[in-house]
C-alpha cells in the first residue's frame, strides 16, 4: 500500500530564512516521489522528483529533496524562501508502475517580509 | 515544453445537468489520468486510462463518471447528473512512465 503523510499543515518563514517541508511516505515497492507546488487558483507544477537515481535531487526555483530510504522521508528545502515561493507543497508518492498517484493532504507555505 | 491543455478554465453548471471535461494530453504519451481537488481537502484520484481502457478507478468513480478518448487527441471526464458535492477542481494528467504532467485544472462549481 502506498501513503504519504505530510507533518505540518502550515509552515511560516521569514523571507531570506531556510524552508524545510517534511514528508514521509509508505510504499510496498520501490517508489518514485515528486513535489507538486500549486499557486492560489492555479494548477499543480511539478518542483522536482525522485525515481531511483541520486538520493539528492535538486528542482526548479531552489529547492532540493532528499530521499532517505531508512527514514521513509522526502524532505524538501530551500535555502532562502522568497515571497514569491508562498503556496502550497504536495508531496506525492507512486509505485513502479506510474498507475496512479497519492498525495499528501499538503503543507501551505506562508513567507513573511 | 509540451503541456497538458484543459478546458474550459471554469464551468459552472446545475445540479442534474451532465457536463464534460476536455484534456488534451501531450502527444506521445500513452497514460492519462483524471484527478480532482475538493476545496480545502487532498488531491484524489479518479481514474486511470491506457489503450483505450479504464486501467484503474477509484470508488469516487462510480457510475456517474465516464471517461472517453474520443479521437485519438482528446481525453474527457464526464459526469452523468451532476450533484453540488461534485463541485472541485479536477485536473487531467498524462505520462510516459516517469513524465507525469498535469494541467492547470478545470473549477467545475455545481449549484
Known amino acids: 500500500a502506498q501513503s504519504v503523510t505530510q507533518l505540518d499543515s502550515h509552515v511560516s518563514v521569514s523571507e531570506g530564512t531556510p524552508v524545510l517541508l517534511r514528508c514521509n511516505y509508505s510504499s510496498s515497492y520501490s517508489p518514485s516521489l515528486f513535489w507538486y507546488v500549486q499557486h492560489p487558483n492555479k494548477g499543480l507544477q511539478l518542483l522536482l522528483k525522485y525515481t531511483s537515481a541520486a538520493t539528492l535531487v535538486k528542482g526548479i526555483n531552489g529547492f532540493e529533496a532528499e530521499f532517505k530510504k531508512s527514514e521513509t522521508s522526502f524532505h524538501l528545502t530551500k535555502p532562502s524562501a522568497h515571497m514569491s515561493d508562498a503556496a502550497e507543497y504536495f508531496c506525492?508518492?507512486?509505485?513502479?508502475?506510474?498507475?496512479?498517484?497519492?498525495f499528501g493532504s499538503g503543507t501551505k507555505l506562508n513567507v513573511k517580509p | 515544453e509540451p503541456e497538458v491543455t484543459q478546458t474550459p478554465s471554469h464551468q459552472v453548471t446545475q445540479m442534474g445537468q451532465e457536463v464534460i471535461l476536455r484534456c488534451v494530453p501531450i502527444s506521445n504519451h500513452l497514460y492519462f489520468y483524471w484527478y480532482r481537488q475538493i476545496l480545502g481537502q487532498k488531491v484524489e484520484f479518479l481514474v486511470s486510462f491506457y489503450n483505450n481502457e479504464i486501467s484503474e478507478k477509484s470508488e469516487i468513480f462510480d457510475d456517474q463518471f465516464s471517461v472517453e478518448r474520443p479521437d485519438g487527441s482528446n481525453f474527457t471526464l464526464k459526469i452523468r447528473s451532476t450533484k453540488l458535492e461534485d463541485s472541485a477542481m479536477y485536473f487531467c494528467a498524462s505520462s510516459e512512465l516517469g513524465g507525469y504532467t498535469f494541467g492547470s485544472g478545470t473549477r467545475l462549481t455545481v449549484v
Open positions: 506525492v508518492v507512486t509505485p513502479y508502475n506510474f498507475n496512479k498517484f497519492y
